[in-house]
């Protein structure tokens, strides 16, 4: 059977086209308008088609052979939250938003999936984003279901929920479930990382692990405009110190043997992409910030696979 093709934009580190990846598909293009991503796609997957271009610029006109693919998907840059709403960085992330549904008509996907924060699901602040949506799939002759995923319940270790859009032609439409979750017990922060904070010999390795006992908060790549390299905003921070782990900067190697076995370690930007499943072989270009921002904005790919699982079997149908 041949791999059914897809078109990734704002592809970012690649999480959710490695998803894809695993789940079967092959993509004819991978695009994003930052240097350091594209190098990070080209690092990892030589033979993939990456575009270093702006959402907003892109015209597939001038690429044929992103034309009839069987998937557009798109992991974007998250809306803010009604309290930021009127920034004009959340207007931009609204354009892309509707940049990539609308280049439907010139794609002609089979199925979209497009991936982003949990309230534009069903959050009043969305409607009308949502009702634009509707507008345009409609008329495209398209069907679609909005739901929220978590993906601690794909075995990835983080407490990341993410709201989904997928949309299908209609002759493929009720075939499609959405994606249940793959593991029974969630995989703590402990089982994930153990093996890496022992790597350099710490003394403090097991015991740290044994309290790590819970899922990560979620990871949280935050502007390119300002501020450096943390884990998350304040209560992500106070959870991360209940692990042991000083939420407020990223360390550039795991403890050694010389290093206290009491108090808050950092992680390596290393970890944090562990945290989000990326395999341990994935590279990421640029230094340590510009590292860990891919990584936090990154979709992790387990929840990719779930999903392109879920539209294969219906495409396939």
């Given at each position: 059977m041949n791999k059914l093709r897809f078109v990734d934009v704002c592809a970012g580190a690649g999480g959710l086209a490695l998803g894809l990846e695993a789940a079967g598909f092959e993509p004819a293009l991978l695009l994003d308008r930052k240097q350091v991503a594209c190098e990070t796609l080209r690092l990892n997957r030589p033979a993939w088609n990456v575009l270093e271009t702006d959402l907003l610029d892109f015209d597939p006109s001038?690429?044929?052979?992103?034309?009839?693919?069987?998937?557009l998907s798109a992991g974007l840059p998250r809306v803010k939250s009604s309290a930021t709403v009127a920034r004009a960085e959340t207007e931009e992330e609204l354009r892309l938003l509707e940049a990539a549904?609308?280049?439907?008509?010139?794609?002609?996907?089979?199925?979209?999936?497009?991936?982003?924060?949990p309230g534009l699901v069903d959050s009043p602040k969305f409607e009308g984003v949502r009702e634009f949506i509707r507008k345009e799939l409609e008329h495209l002759d398209y069907r679609f279901r909005w739901f929220v995923l978590n993906a601690a319940d794909f075995g990835v270790p983080q407490d990341r929920k993410q709201g989904v859009l997928v949309a299908l032609k209609k002759q493929y439409f009720d075939a499609f479930e959405p994606p249940v979750p793959?593991?029974?017990?969630?995989?703590?922060?402990?089982?994930?990382?153990?093996?890496?904070m022992a790597a350099r010999g710490w003394p403090g390795a097991d015991a740290w692990a044994a309290q790590a006992i819970s899922v990560a908060p979620t990871l949280v790549g935050g502007?390119?405009?300002?501020?450096?390299?943390d884990l998350g905003p304040t209560g992500s921070k106070k959870a991360w110190e209940r692990m042991r782990v000083n939420g407020g900067a990223l360390g550039n190697d795991v403890p050694?043997?010389?290093d206290p076995?009491?108090?808050?370690?950092?992680?390596?930007?290393?970890?944090?992409?562990?945290?989000?499943?990326?395999?341990?072989?994935?590279?990421?270009?640029?230094?340590?910030?510009?590292?860990?921002?891919?990584i936090g904005h990154a979709s992790p790919p387990p929840v990719g696979t779930a999903?392109?699982?879920?539209?294969?079997?219906?495409?396939?149908?």
């Open positions: 001038e690429h044929q052979h992103t034309y009839d693919v069987d998937l549904v609308l280049l439907a008509p010139s794609i002609q996907p089979r199925a979209l999936i497009i991936e982003n924060v793959t593991v029974a017990q969630h995989v703590t922060v402990g089982t994930v990382l153990g093996r890496s502007s390119d405009n300002r501020g450096g390299a050694g043997p010389g076995v009491s108090g808050l370690i950092k992680l390596t930007a290393a970890q944090t992409a562990l945290l989000q499943s990326f395999p341990e072989d994935w590279q990421f270009a640029g230094k340590k910030t510009a590292r860990y921002r891919q999903l392109g699982l879920a539209v294969a079997a219906a495409l396939n149908s």
